[in-house]
């Protein structure tokens, strides 16, 4: 592969988790999810100001912030083996278990 191309697909990777991030924030937000103000309102100048526009202190409370999330709602049926992004922790925020254990779960209950 040319470096050009490698160089490419490594922006696009990055801006993709950036979106993720970005969207990931933008849910919580509507979801009131966050109490703390210093979170919350760095969270939404992520949200409408975007992802280069954060500080490093920002952002590093913002992953500070998603780390801690990550720990507290691993699925927990699979322990987070099927989960890949930011945004599957969302789903076992609102019903306990990731995308894939949930449909699951639907399949295993309408049998
Ligand atoms: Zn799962």
Do not use: P, W
């Not at 409408?48 to 952002?59: F, R």
């Not at 099927?82 to 925020?93: A, K, P, Q, T």
Request: charged residues 30%.
């Amino acid at each position: 592969m040319g470096q050009a191309k490698k160089m490419l697909m490594e922006q696009e990777e990055q801006e993709l988790t950036q979106n993720e991030f970005t969207e990931f924030f933008e849910r919580l937000l509507v979801r009131e999810y966050i109490t703390n103000l210093n979170i919350s309102g760095i969270a939404k100048h992520l949200t409408t100001k975007g992802y280069d526009s954060l500080s490093k202190d920002q952002l590093r409370v913002l992953q500070d912030f998603t780390a801690q999330f990550r720990e507290k709602y691993e699925c927990s049926q699979c322990y987070g083996t099927h989960m890949s992004g930011l945004l599957d922790y969302l789903e076992v925020l609102e019903t306990g278990y990731c995308t894939i254990c949930e449909i699951d779960r639907e399949n295993y209950l309408r049998d």
